[in-house]
């Protein structure tokens, strides 16, 4: 085993998220432009044997939480290789998948057999003609298909449903969902609207506060707050006749950055420390020019050292970061 992980302000570092692709089959208007973005070429992002090296040495040193993003990350090929090669790894306790779930219904099974042990779906809207306005594709029987076929292994729990709130769009979405919240076994997460959209067209009036959110589901149901778990991002809630839960991640109203335990690392290998870093670390250099695992965990800790106290969405002079969130990872 290595020391642990930790950073400049003594958090412990224990969370890993991996971009596997920056392509995506969908076009979100909070992402991506209708025309798609310039892909980075195949020999640009890292193999699985590199992902599974890094995972390895991060695991010695405390990471054990991994998280595989994208863009859509069920569009890179067998990705249930890479799920059983990081399964395999002991120091990985828990291993997820964020996805469109366009793809979900056809690669669920293989991904379960290889050891995935949870799913976040992100899906805006339950009204077909709001999802394709958002998504730009008439996908939503899909993805509910997706959804449906994940809750049919018991292995993968929870799977939880993610919807990022957007003022003018998102407030007649809230009841369908708050709905579907007590209806299916899905754990229903409103997500605030962040800067990393590719446009960079974000500014405050389009971010939706959960707050109201929240009023909208309680004019219509009673809720009983259930707290936030420690490194968690989401405020949870029951309601209150114990039909299913609902959460609330407030990045822009309530920053939870005090006890962040989590890094990023693109698909082209350049280790982030938040969302909005204006920096990173390339690790795919020193992997591919034959650099040891004590020499690339030096690089690791030197840039985690370094991570931010907090990010500064809202305050004056914050700078978006070039990379949208396709090209960071989910």
Not at 111 to 120: E, F, I, Y
Not at 268 to 293: H, I, K, V, Y
Not at 294 to 314: F, N, P, S
């Amino acid at each position: 085993m290595r020391e642990p992980l930790s950073d400049g302000h003594g958090r412990p570092i224990g969370d890993m998220r991996i971009s596997v692709t920056d392509r995506c089959n969908f076009r979100c208007q909070y992402c991506m432009p209708a025309e798609g973005l310039p892909w980075l070429h195949r020999d640009a992002l890292l193999t699985y044997e590199e992902i599974e090296r890094l995972v390895r040495i991060l695991g010695e040193m405390g990471v054990h939480d991994v998280r595989l993003t994208g863009g859509e990350p069920l569009v890179r090929k067998e990705l249930w290789r890479l799920v059983g090669m990081l399964s395999a790894i002991p120091e990985v306790h828990d291993l997820s998948l964020t996805t469109n779930g366009y793809l979900l219904e056809a690669q669920v099974a293989d991904l379960v057999a290889a050891g995935l042990k949870r799913v976040n779906v992100s899906l805006d809207a339950l009204a077909e003609d709001a999802f394709f306005r958002l998504t730009r594709r008439h996908a939503l029987p899909r993805v509910l298909a997706g959804l449906e076929a994940a809750q049919a292994h018991p292995e993968l729990r929870p799977i939880k449903v993610n919807a990022v709130a957007l003022r003018g769009f998102t407030e007649d979405e809230v009841l369908r969902f708050a709905a579907f919240a007590r209806e299916k076994p899905f754990e229903v997460r409103f997500i605030e609207f962040m800067p990393l959209d590719a446009d960079q067209a974000w500014d405050e009036d389009k971010v939706l506060p959960n707050a109201e959110i929240r009023a909208i589901v309680e004019s219509e149901y009673e809720l009983v707050p259930l707290g936030r778990e420690r490194h968690g991002t989401a405020r949870r809630y029951a309601f209150a006749d114990g039909k299913g839960e609902i959460g609330f991640i407030s990045p822009v109203s309530e920053p939870f950055c005090g006890d962040c335990n989590r890094i990023r690392l693109t698909a082209e290998g350049f280790l982030r420390t938040c969302l909005f870093s204006m920096n990173e670390t390339d690790l795919r250099a020193p992997l591919r020019s034959g650099a040891s695992d004590a020499e690339i965990e030096q690089v690791i800790r030197d840039a985690v050292w370094r991570k931010e106290l907090k990010h500064h969405v809202g305050e004056p002079g914050f700078i978006q970061p070039a990379r949208s969130m396709s090209r960071i990872g989910g």
